[in-house]
């Protein structure tokens, strides 16, 4: 663990050293030089339990493909941000470096940590590096509202969770997960158990996002730059997803009478963002929208506590980390043409720029799960579980399967079809760069499909 962490760290020495004019190559080379590095956690994660163990970090198979998402992402958010950036005063552009970099140092230690409490307070810490990235880089005035949003939600939900903490280490001694997983603390169905379970889970619902409980979502993502979208889609969401899995299986015994109004809400709010998607007129808003819709299938796959569900669950969010993530660089290359995301604005793409229209349509078919995509592999495990648990919930999944098609070509059709604009008419082509960090978005989900068990962990 820490032969990543501690090269992550140096990341900030190199960037305030490193001459202007060498930063973002030499920023980019050692974060990549680290995301290579953390592919050799890969091999393990086949292996039940803990690896790499010391004290307080440590990787499961559970841990293993987010950790490693986190780490690929870096590279990728300097990449995509260089062009936004770049016009800026030198030592604005050390410290936007330097927060991306900080922001990839609490998730290592969110997702490796044993210690629930520290996973707690990295959960938290990541809220001030992206706070800072949307509220001072963002496009527009909205961005401060959108940081509000951003904060309160997060921190509404998460003050219940870190009381629950507390009472759970007064009852049991300890919030190691080395040692919860042996023994788990003696639940009755009362009152005050029940208020504690929807304590326990109230914070990653928040972060998932739950629908309802969603709207910081849309307005973090329209408003933040570039590697503010791509990490939240990415990385951000995916914090929710892995504390419920980590905190649901302590609290099984009230989890299987509890679950059921919180799972039929998150795959009614699969359908109802989805309709939303469809009256989408901002690109950014739509893909925003369509990764709430994405989440509600996993809130599903994790709350029906099967190990398929499970299974499906890590699959979804992983895929649905590359590929969103890719939608929103996508997305960018035309804003940073453009400066605009209005829909009917962006029109004939294709014609324009027939290479990236390649790309919209990879990643719009790796959105709509078609097979062999891996996105497919997550949605059907978790509909085979909720289908085990209730038939009637084949409505709900094959129904927001069925709009998440139609939004997804929607998007593709606005985008890539029609006749051009004047106004777009001259555009200039992508560069090396662009094409190189979609590739890089891309290919590990086309390979993916290849070796699934590297995401499958233990639990196929």
């Given at each position: 663990m820490?032969k990543?962490l501690i090269?992550?760290?140096?990341?900030?020495?190199?960037?305030?050293l490193?001459?202007?004019?060498?930063?973002?190559t030499?920023?980019?080379?050692?974060?990549l030089?680290?995301a290579?590095?953390?592919?050799?956690?890969?091999?393990?994660?086949?292996?039940p339990g803990?690896?790499?163990?010391?004290?307080?970090l440590?990787?499961?198979?559970?841990?293993?493909?987010?950790?490693?998402?986190?780490?690929?992402?870096?590279?990728?958010?300097i990449?995509?941000?260089?062009?936004?950036?770049?016009?800026?005063?030198?030592?604005?552009?050390?410290t936007?470096?330097?927060?991306?970099?900080?922001?990839q140092?609490f998730?290592?230690?969110?997702?490796?940590?044993?210690?629930?409490?520290?996973?707690?307070?990295?959960?938290e810490?990541?809220?001030?590096?992206?706070?800072?990235?949307?509220?001072?880089?963002?496009?527009q005035?909205?961005?401060?509202?959108?940081?509000?949003?951003?904060?309160f939600?997060t921190?509404?939900?998460?003050?219940?969770l870190?009381?629950?903490l507390?009472?759970l280490?007064?009852?049991?001694g300890?919030?190691?997960?080395?040692?919860?997983?042996?023994?788990?603390?003696a639940?009755?169905p009362?009152?005050?158990?029940?208020?504690?379970w929807?304590?326990?889970?109230l914070?990653?619902?928040?972060?998932?996002?739950l629908?309802g409980?969603?709207?910081?979502?849309p307005?973090?993502?329209?408003?933040?730059?570039?590697a503010?979208?791509?990490?939240?889609?990415?990385?951000?969401?995916?914090?929710?997803?892995?504390?419920m899995?980590?905190?649901v299986?302590?609290?099984?015994p009230?989890t299987?009478?509890?679950a059921?109004?919180?799972?039929?809400l998150?795959?009614?709010?699969?359908?109802?963002?989805?309709?939303?998607?469809?009256?989408?007129?901002?690109?950014k808003?739509?893909?925003?929208?369509?990764?709430?819709?994405?989440?509600?299938?996993?809130?599903g796959?994790?709350?029906i506590?099967?190990?398929?569900g499970?299974?499906?669950?890590?699959?979804?969010?992983?895929?649905?980390?590359?590929?969103?993530?890719?939608?929103?660089?996508?997305?960018?290359?035309?804003?940073?043409?453009?400066?605009?995301?209005?829909?009917?604005?962006?029109?004939?793409?294709?014609?324009l720029?027939?290479?990236?229209?390649?790309?919209?349509?990879?990643?719009s078919?790796?959105?709509?799960?078609?097979?062999?995509?891996?996105?497919?592999?997550g949605?059907?495990?978790?509909?085979?579980?909720l289908?085990?648990?209730?038939e009637?919930?084949?409505?709900?999944?094959g129904?927001?399967?069925?709009?998440?098609?139609?939004?997804?070509?929607?998007?593709?059709?606005?985008?890539?079809?029609?006749?051009?604009?004047?106004?777009?008419?001259?555009?200039?082509?992508?560069n090396?760069?662009?094409?190189l960090?979609?590739?890089?978005?891309?290919?590990?989900?086309?390979?993916?499909?290849?070796?699934?068990?590297?995401?499958?962990g233990?639990y196929?």
């Amino acid at each position: 663990m820490l032969k990543i962490l501690i090269p992550t760290l140096m990341l900030l020495p190199t960037t305030w050293l490193v001459s202007p004019k060498w930063l973002w190559t030499t920023t980019t080379a050692q974060s990549l030089l680290v995301a290579c590095l953390s592919l050799t956690w890969l091999k393990r994660s086949t292996e039940p339990g803990w690896t790499t163990l010391n004290s307080y970090l440590a990787i499961d198979p559970l841990s293993t493909p987010l950790l490693v998402l986190t780490c690929w992402l870096l590279p990728l958010m300097i990449m995509a941000s260089q062009n936004h950036i770049f016009p800026e005063p030198i030592n604005r552009q050390r410290t936007y470096i330097s927060l991306l970099v900080s922001l990839q140092a609490f998730l290592i230690m969110a997702f490796g940590a044993t210690e629930i409490i520290l996973f707690y307070i990295m959960f938290e810490a990541t809220l001030i590096p992206t706070l800072a990235i949307i509220t001072r880089w963002g496009n527009q005035a909205e961005r401060l509202n959108a940081g509000t949003y951003f904060l309160f939600y997060t921190l509404a939900g998460s003050l219940p969770l870190l009381v629950a903490l507390l009472t759970l280490q007064k009852d049991t001694g300890t919030l190691s997960m080395l040692l919860m997983q042996y023994s788990q603390p003696a639940l009755m169905p009362s009152w005050t158990n029940k208020i504690w379970w929807a304590a326990c889970l109230l914070a990653f619902l928040v972060k998932m996002p739950l629908y309802g409980i969603h709207l910081w979502l849309p307005k973090a993502h329209v408003e933040a730059p570039i590697a503010g979208s791509m990490v939240l889609a990415a990385v951000l969401l995916k914090l929710g997803g892995y504390g419920m899995m980590r905190v649901v299986v302590l609290l099984d015994p009230l989890t299987k009478e509890l679950a059921y109004p919180f799972i039929i809400l998150a795959l009614w709010g699969a359908i109802m963002t989805g309709t939303t998607c469809l009256r989408q007129t901002d690109l950014k808003a739509l893909i925003a929208y369509s990764s709430v819709s994405h989440m509600g299938l996993v809130t599903g796959g994790i709350l029906i506590q099967t190990p398929w569900g499970f299974t499906g669950a890590i699959i979804l969010m992983i895929a649905h980390g590359l590929v969103s993530s890719a939608l929103f660089c996508l997305a960018n290359t035309v804003y940073e043409r453009t400066n605009t995301r209005t829909l009917l604005i962006t029109r004939g793409m294709q014609t324009l720029l027939p290479l990236t229209a390649v790309w919209w349509f990879i990643a719009s078919l790796a959105n709509l799960a078609l097979p062999p995509f891996p996105n497919l592999t997550g949605e059907m495990a978790i509909m085979a579980s909720l289908f085990y648990w209730s038939e009637w919930t084949l409505i709900l999944t094959g129904l927001a399967a069925l709009i998440t098609i139609i939004y997804t070509m929607y998007m593709f059709m606005t985008t890539q079809w029609g006749p051009v604009p004047p106004s777009m008419s001259n555009i200039e082509p992508p560069n090396n760069r662009e094409h190189l960090l979609i590739s890089l978005h891309l290919i590990p989900v086309l390979l993916l499909i290849l070796k699934p068990e590297l995401v499958w962990g233990w639990y196929h």
